[in-house]
């Protein structure tokens, strides 16, 4: 089993910066993947950005050249670095993590409620 915890959401004006992180715990052995979901109310889930065990990422165009995913193995953390901030990012913003043998996520954190204000 893995549990997921993500923290950093919060309030922000156009133009700033936040950093998610998301905690990983118990069998951190059988993740094969990362990455970062977002969805809007009414609005479809949209993959954001996604990192492998062997450090390869992948991002959606809407975030490019302004998120960075990261990983720290020794915390067992992932992070979200989102510059240059705007309106249209918000969003609550999941963790997810990809599980040996399945395809797509498997465990998903809670969420944290990221909001950019104009």
């Known amino acids: 089993q893995v549990q997921l915890v993500e923290s950093g959401g919060g309030l922000v004006q156009a133009g700033g910066s936040l950093r998610l992180s998301c905690a990983a715990s118990?069998?951190?052995?059988?993740?094969?993947?990362a990455g970062w979901y977002r969805q809007a109310p009414g609005k479809q889930r949209e993959l954001v950005a996604t990192?492998?065990?062997?450090?390869?990422?992948n991002y959606a165009d809407s975030v490019k050249g302004r998120f960075t995913i990261s990983e720290d193995n020794a915390k067992n953390t992932v992070y979200l670095q989102m510059n240059s901030l705007k309106p249209e990012d918000t969003a609550v913003y999941y963790c997810?993590?990809?599980?040996?043998?399945?395809?797509?996520?498997?465990?998903w954190g809670q969420g944290t409620q990221v909001t950019v204000s104009s």
């Open positions: 118990g069998s951190i052995g059988s993740i094969s993947a």
């Open positions: 997810a993590a990809d599980r040996w043998g399945y395809n797509g996520a498997y465990y």
């Open positions: 990192i492998t065990s062997s450090g390869r990422t």
